[in-house]
Protein backbone atom coordinates (compact mmCIF):
# COMPACT_ATOMS: atom_id res chain seq x y z
CA UNK A 1 0.00 0.00 0.00
CA UNK A 2 1.28 3.30 -0.70
CA UNK A 3 2.20 5.00 2.08
CA UNK A 4 0.75 2.53 4.34
CA UNK A 5 1.66 1.35 8.29
CA UNK A 6 2.51 -2.03 9.50
CA UNK A 7 4.66 -3.22 12.33
CA UNK A 8 7.64 -3.60 10.23
CA UNK A 9 7.50 0.32 9.43
CA UNK A 10 5.99 2.51 6.94
CA UNK A 11 6.69 2.78 3.49
CA UNK A 12 5.88 5.54 1.22
CA UNK A 13 7.70 7.18 -2.08
CA UNK A 14 9.77 9.80 -2.77
CA UNK A 15 11.03 10.81 -6.10
CA UNK A 16 10.65 7.80 -7.58
CA UNK A 17 12.55 5.26 -4.98
CA UNK A 18 10.32 3.32 -2.25
CA UNK A 19 11.28 4.40 1.95
CA UNK A 20 10.73 2.36 4.60
CA UNK A 21 10.33 5.44 7.25
CA UNK A 22 9.29 8.62 6.97
CA UNK A 23 12.19 10.22 8.58
CA UNK A 24 15.67 11.10 7.07
CA UNK A 25 18.82 12.35 9.07
CA UNK A 26 19.65 16.68 7.65
CA UNK A 27 22.35 17.61 6.60
CA UNK A 28 25.64 17.99 8.99
CA UNK A 29 24.40 16.01 11.66
CA UNK A 30 25.72 12.61 10.99
CA UNK A 31 29.40 12.01 9.02
CA UNK A 32 29.52 9.59 6.77
CA UNK A 33 32.27 7.40 9.13
CA UNK A 34 29.92 7.20 11.67
CA UNK A 35 26.83 6.59 9.03
CA UNK A 36 28.96 3.24 7.59
CA UNK A 37 30.43 2.08 11.19
CA UNK A 38 26.83 0.66 11.60
CA UNK A 39 26.35 1.35 15.14
CA UNK A 40 23.25 4.28 14.10
CA UNK A 41 20.10 2.14 13.39
CA UNK A 42 19.55 3.91 9.93
CA UNK A 43 17.05 1.39 9.37
CA UNK A 44 14.80 4.07 11.38
CA UNK A 45 15.70 6.51 8.37
CA UNK A 46 14.11 6.30 4.85
CA UNK A 47 17.13 8.27 3.96
CA UNK A 48 19.86 10.93 4.52
CA UNK A 49 21.50 14.01 3.39
CA UNK A 50 25.33 14.10 3.46
CA UNK A 51 26.82 16.88 5.01
CA UNK A 52 27.04 20.19 2.49
CA UNK A 53 30.32 19.80 0.30
CA UNK A 54 31.98 22.59 -0.91
CA UNK A 55 34.06 23.10 -4.55
CA UNK A 56 37.26 23.64 -2.00
CA UNK A 57 38.00 21.85 1.17
CA UNK A 58 36.99 24.42 4.10
CA UNK A 59 38.51 23.92 7.74
CA UNK A 60 34.94 25.74 8.98
CA UNK A 61 34.78 28.45 11.14
CA UNK A 62 36.84 29.64 13.80
CA UNK A 63 35.88 29.98 17.55
CA UNK A 64 32.91 28.12 19.55
CA UNK A 65 31.28 26.38 17.05
CA UNK A 66 28.70 24.46 19.02
CA UNK A 67 26.64 25.98 22.46
CA UNK A 68 23.76 24.37 23.99
CA UNK A 69 20.66 26.57 24.35
CA UNK A 70 17.42 25.84 26.42
CA UNK A 71 14.95 23.53 24.01
CA UNK A 72 17.79 23.76 21.56
CA UNK A 73 21.32 24.44 20.39
CA UNK A 74 23.38 26.56 18.32
CA UNK A 75 25.84 26.00 15.56
CA UNK A 76 28.59 28.32 13.93
CA UNK A 77 29.92 25.08 11.98
CA UNK A 78 30.73 26.95 8.49
CA UNK A 79 30.36 23.97 6.69
CA UNK A 80 33.47 22.52 7.51
CA UNK A 81 33.89 19.72 4.87
CA UNK A 82 36.80 17.82 2.60
CA UNK A 83 35.58 19.96 -0.53
CA UNK A 84 34.41 18.24 -3.80
CA UNK A 85 37.95 16.40 -4.82
CA UNK A 86 37.92 14.66 -2.11
CA UNK A 87 34.35 13.91 -2.51
CA UNK A 88 34.84 12.67 -5.37
CA UNK A 89 37.80 10.36 -4.84
CA UNK A 90 37.40 9.20 -0.98
CA UNK A 91 33.78 9.65 0.06
CA UNK A 92 31.10 8.44 -2.93
CA UNK A 93 32.49 5.08 -3.66
CA UNK A 94 32.18 4.35 0.32
CA UNK A 95 29.01 5.27 0.14
CA UNK A 96 27.84 2.37 -1.99
CA UNK A 97 28.24 0.21 1.35
CA UNK A 98 25.25 2.76 2.95
CA UNK A 99 21.77 0.70 3.17
CA UNK A 100 19.66 3.56 3.11
CA UNK A 101 19.51 6.25 0.21
CA UNK A 102 21.62 9.38 -0.01
CA UNK A 103 20.92 12.76 -1.05
CA UNK A 104 24.49 15.00 -1.87
CA UNK A 105 24.12 18.47 -0.57
CA UNK A 106 26.16 21.04 -1.95
CA UNK A 107 26.51 24.51 -1.07
CA UNK A 108 26.46 27.15 -3.79
CA UNK A 109 26.68 30.69 -3.98
CA UNK A 110 26.33 31.35 -7.98
CA UNK A 111 25.67 29.81 -11.36
CA UNK A 112 29.30 30.10 -12.25
CA UNK A 113 30.35 28.39 -8.59
CA UNK A 114 27.47 25.31 -9.77
CA UNK A 115 29.16 24.54 -13.08
CA UNK A 116 31.91 23.49 -11.01
CA UNK A 117 29.96 20.52 -9.43
CA UNK A 118 29.30 19.46 -13.21
CA UNK A 119 31.66 16.32 -12.15
CA UNK A 120 28.34 15.13 -10.06
CA UNK A 121 26.45 15.65 -13.31
CA UNK A 122 27.67 12.33 -14.56
CA UNK A 123 26.83 10.15 -11.89
CA UNK A 124 24.38 8.12 -10.91
CA UNK A 125 22.25 10.44 -8.16
CA UNK A 126 18.98 9.68 -6.72
CA UNK A 127 18.77 13.49 -5.58
CA UNK A 128 21.11 16.78 -4.91
CA UNK A 129 19.75 19.27 -1.92
CA UNK A 130 21.37 22.53 -2.92
CA UNK A 131 21.95 24.44 0.29
CA UNK A 132 21.10 28.18 -0.69
CA UNK A 133 20.42 28.45 3.46
CA UNK A 134 24.03 28.19 5.46
CA UNK A 135 23.63 31.17 8.03
CA UNK A 136 27.26 30.45 8.62
CA UNK A 137 29.02 31.32 5.65
CA UNK A 138 29.53 35.11 3.85
CA UNK A 139 27.13 35.81 0.74
CA UNK A 140 27.18 39.08 0.31
CA UNK A 141 26.16 42.35 2.62
CA UNK A 142 22.69 41.41 1.45
CA UNK A 143 22.73 37.75 3.53
CA UNK A 144 22.09 34.76 2.51
CA UNK A 145 21.60 33.02 -1.22
CA UNK A 146 18.59 31.99 0.08
CA UNK A 147 17.31 35.34 0.56
CA UNK A 148 18.05 36.56 -2.85
CA UNK A 149 15.04 35.15 -4.67
CA UNK A 150 16.36 36.14 -8.54
CA UNK A 151 19.54 34.41 -7.51
CA UNK A 152 17.69 31.31 -6.54
CA UNK A 153 15.59 31.30 -9.23
CA UNK A 154 18.89 31.26 -11.60
CA UNK A 155 21.14 29.13 -9.41
CA UNK A 156 17.75 26.22 -9.57
CA UNK A 157 17.67 27.11 -12.89
CA UNK A 158 21.16 26.15 -14.05
CA UNK A 159 21.10 23.32 -11.80
CA UNK A 160 18.35 21.80 -13.89
CA UNK A 161 20.11 21.69 -16.74
CA UNK A 162 23.27 20.65 -14.91
CA UNK A 163 21.57 18.16 -13.49
CA UNK A 164 19.93 14.69 -14.29
CA UNK A 165 18.70 13.53 -10.99
CA UNK A 166 16.12 15.05 -8.70
CA UNK A 167 16.85 18.64 -6.96
CA UNK A 168 16.37 19.64 -3.29
CA UNK A 169 16.53 23.10 -2.95
CA UNK A 170 17.00 24.13 0.83
CA UNK A 171 15.62 26.86 2.24
CA UNK A 172 16.24 29.42 4.71
CA UNK A 173 13.27 30.38 7.15
CA UNK A 174 14.46 34.19 7.87
CA UNK A 175 12.80 35.73 4.95
CA UNK A 176 9.09 37.51 5.24
CA UNK A 177 7.43 34.79 3.00
CA UNK A 178 9.06 31.59 2.57
CA UNK A 179 6.06 30.26 0.06
CA UNK A 180 7.10 32.60 -2.76
CA UNK A 181 10.95 31.71 -2.44
CA UNK A 182 9.33 27.84 -2.84
CA UNK A 183 7.36 29.50 -5.66
CA UNK A 184 10.12 30.56 -7.69
CA UNK A 185 12.63 27.75 -7.15
CA UNK A 186 9.58 25.70 -8.08
CA UNK A 187 8.87 27.73 -11.10
CA UNK A 188 12.97 27.02 -11.84
CA UNK A 189 12.46 23.27 -11.79
CA UNK A 190 13.18 22.25 -8.44
CA UNK A 191 11.66 18.55 -7.67
CA UNK A 192 11.20 19.39 -3.59
CA UNK A 193 11.71 21.82 -1.31
CA UNK A 194 13.25 21.34 2.04
CA UNK A 195 11.73 23.66 4.67
CA UNK A 196 14.31 24.52 6.14
CA UNK A 197 17.62 25.46 7.42
CA UNK A 198 18.51 26.64 10.94
CA UNK A 199 17.30 30.43 11.73
CA UNK A 200 20.05 32.89 12.56
CA UNK A 201 20.37 34.27 15.71
CA UNK A 202 23.04 35.83 18.06
CA UNK A 203 24.10 34.27 21.59
CA UNK A 204 26.25 36.30 24.23
CA UNK A 205 28.16 35.33 26.83
CA UNK A 206 27.46 37.48 30.17
CA UNK A 207 31.00 37.10 31.79
CA UNK A 208 32.75 38.16 29.12
CA UNK A 209 30.69 40.34 27.80
CA UNK A 210 30.96 39.50 24.32
CA UNK A 211 29.00 37.20 21.20
CA UNK A 212 29.79 33.37 22.09
CA UNK A 213 30.85 33.18 18.00
CA UNK A 214 33.26 34.84 16.29
CA UNK A 215 31.25 35.05 13.66
CA UNK A 216 28.27 36.69 15.85
CA UNK A 217 25.56 34.96 13.80
CA UNK A 218 25.03 31.39 14.26
CA UNK A 219 22.18 28.69 12.86
CA UNK A 220 19.48 27.86 16.01
CA UNK A 221 18.06 24.35 15.85
CA UNK A 222 16.04 21.83 18.26
CA UNK A 223 13.12 22.18 19.78
CA UNK A 224 12.69 25.87 20.12
CA UNK A 225 12.32 26.16 16.57
CA UNK A 226 9.70 23.71 15.93
CA UNK A 227 6.25 25.89 15.93
CA UNK A 228 8.03 28.33 13.73
CA UNK A 229 9.27 25.62 11.31
CA UNK A 230 6.05 24.39 11.16
CA UNK A 231 4.43 27.53 9.87
CA UNK A 232 6.92 27.39 7.23
CA UNK A 233 5.95 23.80 6.25
CA UNK A 234 2.60 24.87 6.70
CA UNK A 235 2.73 28.42 4.34
CA UNK A 236 4.75 26.36 1.57
CA UNK A 237 1.98 23.49 1.20
CA UNK A 238 -0.34 25.90 0.63
CA UNK A 239 1.56 27.53 -2.13
CA UNK A 240 3.71 25.12 -3.97
CA UNK A 241 2.85 21.11 -4.82
CA UNK A 242 6.38 20.12 -5.00
CA UNK A 243 7.36 17.39 -1.87
CA UNK A 244 8.11 18.93 0.87
CA UNK A 245 11.10 18.04 3.07
CA UNK A 246 9.84 19.25 6.92
CA UNK A 247 13.04 20.09 9.09
CA UNK A 248 12.51 22.24 12.43
CA UNK A 249 13.10 21.19 16.02
CA UNK A 250 12.02 17.91 15.34
CA UNK A 251 12.14 15.98 18.98
CA UNK A 252 8.88 13.67 19.34
CA UNK A 253 6.27 11.67 17.37
CA UNK A 254 4.20 14.17 18.21
CA UNK A 255 5.99 16.88 15.99
CA UNK A 256 6.38 14.42 13.05
CA UNK A 257 3.00 13.81 13.12
CA UNK A 258 2.47 17.57 13.45
CA UNK A 259 5.25 18.12 10.39
CA UNK A 260 3.33 15.64 8.21
CA UNK A 261 -0.03 17.12 9.06
CA UNK A 262 1.31 20.68 7.65
CA UNK A 263 1.98 19.49 4.59
CA UNK A 264 5.86 17.71 5.27
CA UNK A 265 6.03 14.56 2.78
CA UNK A 266 9.11 13.19 4.93
CA UNK A 267 10.63 14.63 8.35
CA UNK A 268 13.84 15.38 9.39
CA UNK A 269 15.29 14.41 13.02
CA UNK A 270 18.38 16.96 13.01
CA UNK A 271 19.87 18.50 16.45
CA UNK A 272 17.35 15.77 18.77
CA UNK A 273 19.83 12.97 17.15
CA UNK A 274 22.71 15.12 17.28
CA UNK A 275 21.81 14.58 21.06
CA UNK A 276 20.40 11.54 20.87
CA UNK A 277 21.66 8.98 18.52
CA UNK A 278 18.77 6.42 18.89
CA UNK A 279 16.33 9.06 19.45
CA UNK A 280 14.63 8.26 16.08
CA UNK A 281 13.76 4.47 16.92
CA UNK A 282 10.73 5.61 19.65
CA UNK A 283 9.25 8.47 16.98
CA UNK A 284 9.29 6.40 14.52
CA UNK A 285 7.12 3.28 16.78
CA UNK A 286 5.17 6.01 17.69
CA UNK A 287 4.24 7.17 14.36
CA UNK A 288 3.85 3.63 13.24
CA UNK A 289 1.08 2.84 16.28
CA UNK A 290 -0.64 6.21 15.67
CA UNK A 291 -1.42 5.34 12.13
CA UNK A 292 -2.28 2.09 12.94
CA UNK A 293 -4.79 3.18 15.69
CA UNK A 294 -6.46 5.66 13.49
CA UNK A 295 -6.56 3.29 10.46
CA UNK A 296 -4.36 5.93 8.50
CA UNK A 297 -1.55 5.76 5.76
CA UNK A 298 1.17 8.16 5.86
CA UNK A 299 0.00 9.62 2.57
CA UNK A 300 -3.24 10.30 4.29
CA UNK A 301 -2.06 12.12 6.56
CA UNK A 302 0.32 14.72 4.91
CA UNK A 303 -1.20 17.62 4.72
CA UNK A 304 -4.36 16.97 6.17
CA UNK A 305 -4.58 19.49 9.02
CA UNK A 306 -4.97 22.13 5.84
CA UNK A 307 -8.36 20.00 5.16
CA UNK A 308 -9.70 20.58 8.25
CA UNK A 309 -8.86 24.01 8.58
CA UNK A 310 -10.82 24.29 5.45
CA UNK A 311 -13.53 22.35 6.10
CA UNK A 312 -13.85 24.50 9.44
CA UNK A 313 -14.13 27.66 7.69
CA UNK A 314 -16.32 26.65 4.75
C1 LIG B 1 25.72 20.93 13.85
C2 LIG B 1 24.85 21.19 12.66
C3 LIG B 1 25.41 21.18 11.38
C4 LIG B 1 24.61 21.43 10.26
N1 LIG B 1 25.17 21.39 9.02
C5 LIG B 1 24.38 21.56 7.92
C6 LIG B 1 24.91 21.43 6.62
O1 LIG B 1 26.09 21.13 6.41
N2 LIG B 1 24.08 21.64 5.56
C7 LIG B 1 22.74 21.95 5.73
O2 LIG B 1 22.03 22.10 4.74
N3 LIG B 1 22.21 22.05 6.97
C8 LIG B 1 22.99 21.87 8.06
N4 LIG B 1 22.44 21.95 9.31
C9 LIG B 1 21.00 22.28 9.45
C10 LIG B 1 20.18 21.00 9.64
O3 LIG B 1 20.26 20.17 8.50
C11 LIG B 1 18.70 21.36 9.91
O4 LIG B 1 18.16 22.02 8.78
C12 LIG B 1 18.53 22.24 11.14
O5 LIG B 1 19.40 21.83 12.18
C13 LIG B 1 17.09 22.25 11.67
O6 LIG B 1 16.67 20.97 12.07
P1 LIG B 1 16.74 20.45 13.61
O7 LIG B 1 16.09 21.52 14.46
O8 LIG B 1 16.01 19.15 13.60
O9 LIG B 1 18.18 20.31 13.94
C14 LIG B 1 23.22 21.70 10.43
C15 LIG B 1 22.67 21.71 11.72
C16 LIG B 1 23.46 21.45 12.82
C17 LIG B 1 22.82 21.45 14.20
Request: proline share 4%.
Amino acid sequence: MQGGASSGGIMLELFGRRLSSPLFIPSGIVGVDELLAGQLGLEDFGFVVLKTITLKPRTGNQGVRVYDIPCGMMNSIGLANEGMDVFMKETLPRLEGLPIPYMVSISVHSVDELQGFNRLAGLDLWAIELNLSCPNVRHNSRGLVAQDGDLIFKIIKAARRLFNCHIVAKLSPDVAFIDEYAKLVASAGADGVAVANTFQGVAIDVKSRRPVFDRVVAGVSGPAIFHLALKRVWDVYRTVSLPILGIGGVYCADAALAMAMAGARVVGIGSFLYHRRDGARAILAEVVKYLEDNGLSWDELVGVAHGVIRDKQA
